[in-house]
Every structure is written in structure tokens, then in C-alpha cells.
């Protein structure tokens, strides 16, 4: 078992985005629009998903997403998500990102204090803490935050699969929207807020000109 600290130890050179949004929210479409788009730049793209990502991410995810197999409680659900979190920072962020790629990540701790500190309501100064210590402190450049309207969300989400998650109702969704939000609103430099129910290749087109500008200004 290596030592996963990366205090002193990493040089940053890649760049980091995150996509978060409500379920239903269409933040996996933009991050493949964005996706080809960086590639077509000729940039080296690395995509991961969360949960999973790793093995042990893929088999916490499965734990995670299967409502019928435990009475999950709400912290250990939290400390599921940040566990598969802090392998996925150390297995494949932090070397991509070592590498000087685009990383490209589906949902991270602001999933985590989005849906469980805010959702579920455990208490978040505890929750944003935990985040810290799985992330080792590694924060994206930049987060995309796709809103939406819980009802227009809950409407596309129609007649998909309900995971664990996603049955757990419109009032959650709207808890989590606002935790969104919240935290958008209280770092702005931090976040790209985008309104949600445009048509994707608009939003496509926000969240590029947007990174164009911002973040890679200049390379
Ligand atoms: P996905 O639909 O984006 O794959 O996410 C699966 C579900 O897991 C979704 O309802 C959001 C939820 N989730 C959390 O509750 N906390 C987390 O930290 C993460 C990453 C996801």
C-alpha cells in the first residue's frame, strides 16, 4: 500500500473539471460533447465517472446503487462515496493530471456534499471535511454546474431505471438543487452555472466558449 498524501510530493501541470448537477440534469451528455471537443483540440482527455472509475470504485458503486441489498445507513452511504472518491483521486486523477491531461470527471465532492450533506442533511461542515481528507485537497479548475428545474429533471428521468438515489423524490432533488446552488454562489470563481434545460448543443457551446476563455487562456 503506497502513501496517498500528496503533501510536497505532485506537480500539477493538467487541468481539472468537474460536471455536477441534479439526477436527470444532463451533465453526462455535456461531459461527452466536451469530451470530443478537447480531443478534436488535439488535447489528451482523461474521463472518469463517479462512483467508479476503479475496482474498487466499480464495486463500491455497485454496493451503493443496489437499494434492495441493505438498510444502508446515511453516513456509511457518505463514507462509501468518499471512499471510492479518495481511490479515484489517487489511481487515475492525480497521475492524469501529473501528465499535464484534461481531466474530465462525472460528479465529485461536491456530489458527496450536494446529495448527502445537503439531501440527506447530515451535517455538512463534518461532510465538507471528510471531501478535504478523501480528496487529499485536490480541488477542480473549474466546476460545471448544470441546473435544472427538479420537475423538468424528474420528466426526463421518466421511464429510465430508478436507481437508490433517484427514487428518493422530488423534495430531495430540490434539496440538493438548492445545495448546488448555495455553494455556486458562495465561491462564483469557483463554479460555471449553466441553465440546464437549453438545448445541448447551446449549453455545449456555453460550457466551451466559457473554458476557452477561463481556463485554458493562453495554451
Ligand atoms: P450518476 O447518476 O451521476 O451516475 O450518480 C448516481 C447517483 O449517486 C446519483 O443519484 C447521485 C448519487 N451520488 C451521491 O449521492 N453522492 C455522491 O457523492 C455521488 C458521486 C453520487
Not at 21 to 40: P, V
Not at 131 to 136: D, I, K, L, N, R
Not at 196 to 217: C, D, H, L
Request: glycine letters at 8%.
Amino acid at each position: 500500500m503506497r502513501n496517498s498524501n500528496r503533501e510536497g510530493g505532485t506537480v500539477i501541470t493538467g487541468i481539472f473539471i468537474t460536471f455536477e448537477g441534479i439526477d436527470g440534469s444532463g451533465k453526462s451528455t455535456q461531459l461527452a460533447l466536451l469530451r470530443q471537443h478537447m480531443e478534436e483540440l488535439g488535447r489528451t482527455v482523461t474521463v472518469v465517472r463517479e462512483p467508479g472509475g476503479t475496482v474498487l470504485s466499480e464495486k463500491v458503486r455497485t454496493l451503493l446503487l443496489d437499494h434492495r441489498s441493505m438498510d444502508l445507513c446515511e453516513r456509511a452511504e457518505a463514507l462509501l462515496f468518499s471512499t471510492a472518491r479518495a481511490q479515484l483521486v489517487y489511481e487515475l486523477i492525480i497521475p492524469a493530471l501529473e501528465r499535464g491531461e484534461v481531466v474530465l470527471c462525472d460528479r465529485y465532492a461536491e456530489s458527496t456534499i450536494a446529495y448527502q450533506g445537503y439531501g440527506r442533511e447530515l451535517p455538512l461542515e463534518e461532510i465538507i471535511t471528510l471531501q478535504e481528507f478523501a480528496t487529499s485537497h485536490l480541488h477542480p479548475n473549474l466546476k460545471v454546474l448544470l441546473d435544472l428545474d427538479v420537475d423538468v429533471a424528474a420528466a426526463r428521468l421518466l421511464g429510465s431505471f430508478a436507481d437508490r438515489m433517484e427514487s428518493a423524490g422530488l423534495a430531495f432533488q430540490e434539496r440538493v438543487r438548492q445545495g448546488y446552488l448555495q455553494m455556486s454562489q458562495a465561491a462564483p470563481n469557483e463554479w460555471l452555472v449553466v441553465n440546464g434545460s437549453q438545448p445541448k448543443e447551446k449549453i455545449a457551446e456555453e460550457v466551451r466558449s466559457f473554458i476557452e476563455q477561463n481556463i485554458f487562456k493562453g495554451s
